[in-house]
């Protein structure tokens, strides 16, 4: 099998909610809040078999997971392990948060660490990262809502196609932000 094969991947990372979910569904809370925590980490074991290592969101996700699973089952409440992908969320548009004050593009790092070609100005990179954070600041006040006010069934949606969906079409409005940014920059 080839290690740094990742297609199934995203599919890996559905384990847990949808688990959560089932069990919530059919058993007590205890019983899918176990379920979460056990999975999730099965998550980690299946993308270090498939890909040879573990990303660092990947601990990140895992780490929440576990840590507001234990937080759920001491306070017999399962909001606190549905607000995980909030709490992605707010971690990562913090990092970004945090990389653009010191005036780096994670884009544009990575892009110099691989040696590759730059192939927009670096100002677009930088834009389009603060884009991202303020899509992950909202998708993450959503998520909040949806983990304190709504089902779980429509916490998963949101969790998993939802956010793929909602990732989708902000990209295409990006595209044409960065088109008619780069326009700009020409003239």
Not at 37 to 59: A, D, N
Not at 63 to 82: D, N, P, T, Y
Not at 101 to 121: A, E, F, R, T, W
Not at 124 to 148: P, R
Request: charged content about 15%; glycine content about 8%; hydrophobic content about 50%.
């Amino acid at each position: 099998m080839n290690k740094s094969s990742s297609a199934p991947y995203f599919l890996l990372s559905f384990i847990p909610a949808v688990a959560y979910w089932l069990l919530e569904t059919y058993f007590t809370l205890e019983v899918a809040l176990i379920g979460g925590i056990v999975l999730g980490v099965l998550e980690m074991i299946l993308e270090k078999k498939f890909t040879g290592h573990v990303h660092t969101l990947s601990k990140l996700n895992i780490a929440l997971v576990v840590g507001l699973g234990v937080i759920s089952l001491i306070a017999r409440e399962g909001i606190w392990f549905k607000l995980q992908p909030t709490l992605t969320g707010v971690c990562i548009s913090g990092f970004l948060m945090f990389k653009k004050y010191q005036g780096h593009s994670i884009m544009l790092d990575m892009l110099k660490d691989m040696n590759q070609k730059v192939p927009l100005p670096p100002e677009a990179y930088k834009k389009l990262e603060w884009h991202m954070c303020l899509f992950l600041i909202g998708f993450s006040i959503w998520m909040a809502h949806i983990a304190l006010h709504e089902t779980t069934a429509t916490w998963l949606f949101w969790k998993t196609g939802g956010f793929y969906l909602a990732f989708g079409i902000f990209m295409v409005v990006e595209m044409l932000i960065l088109r008619f940014y780069l326009k700009g920059l020409r003239k």
